[in-house]
């Protein structure tokens, strides 16, 4: 079984910066694409960024320019540093990763999330 871990969330004011960490346990293969998703109450659960296998990352456009996302493949965490942090980014945070048990088959999984509340 894999699991996922989410840690770093908090209460930060305006303009601060958190780092968000996701690290994956288990027996698998290798892992595909990590992503970073929230959810802020009453709205859909929203992609933040994603970063492939090879590292190359992608983000929405309410992350571009103050959000990175990196992946040590080693480890198998997936983190998010979060600068310039706005009232509007309070949300719970989920990692999700295309985990492969083998060659060939393959399964999203999802963290329990982690609470991030900006506000002074």
């Known amino acids: 079984q894999v699991q996922l871990v989410e840690s770093g969330g908090g209460l930060v004011q305006p303009g601060g910066s958190l780092r968000l960490s996701c690290a994956a346990s288990g027996n698998f293969f290798g892992i595909s694409d990590m992503e970073w998703y929230r959810q802020a109450p009453g709205k859909q659960r929203e992609l933040v960024a994603l970063?492939?296998?090879?590292?190359?990352?992608n983000y929405a456009d309410s992350a571009k320019g103050r959000f990175t996302i990196s992946r040590d493949n080693v480890k198998n965490t997936v983190h998010l540093q979060m600068n310039s942090l706005k009232p509007e980014d309070t949300a719970v945070y989920y990692c999700?990763?295309?985990?492969?048990?083998?060659?060939?088959?393959?399964?999203?999984?999802w963290g329990q999330g982690t609470q991030v509340t900006i506000s002074s």
């Open positions: 970063v492939t296998s090879g590292g190359s990352p």
């Open positions: 999700k990763a295309d985990v492969y048990s083998n060659r060939y088959f393959h399964r999203i999984y």
